[in-house]
């Protein structure tokens, strides 16, 4: 079994959650080692879906998991997801990030869609989904294109958001080496 590692999450307002992430061309080392990695990380956080472009690697890689707690874990791997097809009908669910940590929102969707994707051996697949796992594989996709769950918000608590988020960012900031205490003053 490789060496796996947690990977940091990147939080908004981090400009690279709206990159738009490229393909996977061929599945080889690094990219399973990222895979494991991002199991590692979402399973840490913890979290029921990862994209790689939240442990800051731009690939069309999502992770997901939606076992319950107390079940045995169901990791599932979607290499260039893509939705082919979306339900007229919509759901509304409460929505979180791992890269909007302790925000939660009422996110309208379609109720299911159709995804196709490639898994870990290359092998073609297209599922057909609904309720939490439709919900989960759209929310991820959107993060493989640039999209946050808060961007199916009002304009109004979207930029509320990306506020709070700027705000904080500022905060945690590392100081100028200059405004840094002296080892001896800790």
């Given at each position: 079994?490789?060496?796996?590692?947690?990977?940091?999450?990147?939080?908004?307002?981090?400009?690279?959650?709206?990159?738009?992430?490229?393909?996977?061309?061929?599945?080889?080392?690094?990219?399973?080692?990222?895979?494991?990695?991002?199991?590692?990380?979402?399973?840490?956080?913890?979290?029921?879906?990862?994209?790689?472009?939240?442990?800051?690697?731009?690939?069309?890689?999502?992770?997901?998991?939606?076992?319950?707690?107390?079940?045995?874990?169901?990791?599932?791997?979607?290499?260039?997801?893509?939705?082919?097809?979306?339900?007229?009908?919509?759901?509304?669910?409460?929505?979180?990030?791992?890269?909007?940590?302790?925000?939660?929102?009422?996110?309208?969707?379609?109720?299911?869609?159709?995804?196709?994707?490639?898994?870990?051996?290359?092998?073609?697949?297209?599922?057909?989904?609904?309720?939490?796992?439709?919900?989960?594989?759209?929310?991820?996709?959107?993060?493989?294109?640039?999209?946050?769950?808060?961007?199916?918000?009002?304009?109004?608590?979207?930029?509320?958001?990306?506020?709070?988020?700027?705000?904080?960012?500022?905060?945690?900031?590392t100081p100028h080496p200059q405004e840094q205490p002296n080892a001896h003053e800790?």
């Amino acid at each position: 079994m490789p060496q796996m590692a947690l990977r940091d999450i990147i939080i908004l307002p981090d400009k690279r959650l709206r990159a738009v992430s490229d393909p996977v061309k061929t599945i080889d080392k690094e990219i399973r080692a990222l895979v494991d990695d991002m199991f590692e990380t979402m399973y840490a956080a913890p979290g029921i879906g990862l994209a790689a472009i939240q442990v800051a690697v731009p690939k069309r890689i999502v992770t997901m998991d939606l076992a319950k707690k107390d079940d045995s874990k169901e990791p599932r791997v979607f290499i260039n997801p893509e939705v082919t097809w979306s339900s007229p009908d919509k759901s509304v669910y409460e929505e979180g990030c791992l890269s909007i940590p302790e925000y939660y929102a009422e996110v309208e969707r379609p109720i299911a869609v159709k995804v196709k994707y490639m898994d870990l051996d290359g092998k073609a697949h297209e599922i057909e989904a609904d309720g939490l796992l439709a919900t989960c594989l759209q929310h991820e996709i959107d993060h493989t294109n640039g999209v946050l769950f808060i961007d199916h918000l009002s304009k109004l608590k979207r930029d509320m958001v990306v506020k709070k988020f700027k705000k904080a960012a500022k905060k945690t900031a590392t100081p100028h080496p200059q405004e840094q205490p002296n080892a001896h003053e800790l």
